[in-house]
């Protein structure tokens, strides 16, 4: 499927080609804490079909992620919008693309949760909660 995105000042814009299969969820605590809220919804993009196509992300290195591994965090250094995460080095080999800043993103249905453990308990919930069109 072609994706294309944005941040949300349109600093950074990308291109890529996913399978929506890759579509997740993830509840590590990580997660949690660089979205500022309960997970975080990604899709896998391998690198020869990920294309920045204008702005330079701002890189951070998480050194131990809660699986063991080292990622490189990339953000708008305008308006702050997490945009990927991958391998440190020249050549990584996925970049895990942030859901929300894709146009597709009403077609890209999650097909598995990552560290549920780390899931916040009302999460399974969200169904029984009031919905207001607004606000």
């Known amino acids: 499927m072609r994706i294309d ?3 949300h000042c349109g600093a950074i814009a990308f291109e890529a080609e996913a ?3 890759t579509a997740s969820i993830c509840h590590c605590t990580d997660c ?3 979205t500022g809220t309960a997970f975080r919804a990604n899709i896998r993009v391998e690198a020869p079909n990920f294309r920045l196509l ?3 992300p701002t890189r951070y290195l998480k050194t131990t992620a809660d699986s063991g591994n080292h990622r490189i965090q990339s953000f708008c250094p305008t308006c702050g919008t997490p945009v990927y995460a ?3 080095g020249d050549n990584p080999p996925v970049y895990t693309v942030r859901i929300g800043t894709l146009r597709q993103r009403e077609q890209l249905t999650p097909k598995v949760q990552n560290w549920f453990t780390s ?3 009302w999460v399974t919930e969200l169904g029984a909660l009031p919905r207001n ?3």
Do not use: E, V
Request: aromatic share 0%; glycine share 14%; net charge positive.
């Open 19 to 21: 399978d929506p299969a």
């Open 32 to 34: 949690q804490a660089m």
């Open 133 to 135: 069109a607004k606000g």
């Open 54 to 56: 204008r702005g330079t």
């Open 86 to 88: 991958t391998a440190p």
């Open 119 to 121: 899931a916040r308990p």
């Open 5 to 7: 995105g944005t941040c």
